[in-house]
T-cell receptor, first 114, second 110 residues
């Protein structure tokens, strides 16, 4: 009954450090997404992967890279963290990219860059 | 990019009151979704709307897909303390990614 699992749940980085946020889903979904949530901004799409082997930029991709490792896993990497990347990060997955599809979200990773 | 304007940004109400929030867009969407986010959790789907004019209920929640396909509203009747949270609308068009509104933060005074 796991759904979408994100690790870690909390992280503090120093400016310039790198890290990878991990996401895995066990629902055999084709599409996976990374969002960031900032106060008053809603959820903004960073990158998405419509299917295994493909990735595309979203609304705010700068400073991030992603890897769709396999159908289950979609990781988000910050190569050189900046304070502007302090945010809550959510991973989501959908069965497909068609209508009539529900997005399932992980519990989020709260990242602070000092 | 596509923009969804969600209002109000925050609401402070008394327990038992009805709540109404809406989303508007300059673009047409084929699907409107309403999510709720509890503190420390990811968003969870409340209601999905797939046809213009569609009115769908889920318990005390009612949502409608606007006729123009550019707007949607969510109503909550007889609010209770567990309704507290942030509510997001989201729109999807064809095979494109979901676009989210800014969220409505609901606070209930007992």
């Amino acid at each position: 009954n796991a759904g979408v699992t994100q690790t870690p749940k909390f992280q503090v980085l120093k400016t310039g450090q790198s890290m990878t946020l991990q996401c895995a889903q066990d629902m055999n979904h084709n599409s996976m997404y990374w969002y960031r949530q900032d106060p008053g901004m809603g959820l903004r799409l960073i990158y998405y992967s419509a299917s295994e082997g493909t990735t595309d930029k979203g609304e705010v991709p700068n400073g991030y890279n992603v890897s769709r490792l396999n159908k289950r896993e979609f990781s988000l990497r910050l190569e050189s963290a900046a304070p502007s990347q302090t945010s809550v990060y959510f991973c989501a997955s959908t069965q497909g990219a068609l209508p009539n599809t529900e997005a399932f979200f992980g519990q989020g990773t709260r990242l602070t860059v000092v | 990019g596509q923009q969804l304007n969600q209002s109000p940004q925050s609401m402070f109400i008394q327990e038992g009151e009805d709540v109404s929030m809406n989303c508007t867009s300059s673009s047409i969407f084929n699907t409107w979704l309403w999510y709720k986010q509890d503190p420390g959790e990811g968003p969870v789907l409340l209601i999905a709307l797939y046809k213009a004019g569609e009115l769908t209920s889920n318990g005390r929640l009612t949502a409608q897909f606007g006729i123009t396909r550019k707007d949607s509203f969510l109503n909550i009747s007889a609010s209770i303390p567990s309704d507290v949270g942030i509510y997001f609308c989201a729109g999807q068009r064809g095979a494109q990614k979901l676009v989210f509104g800014q969220g409505t933060r609901l606070t209930i005074n007992p």
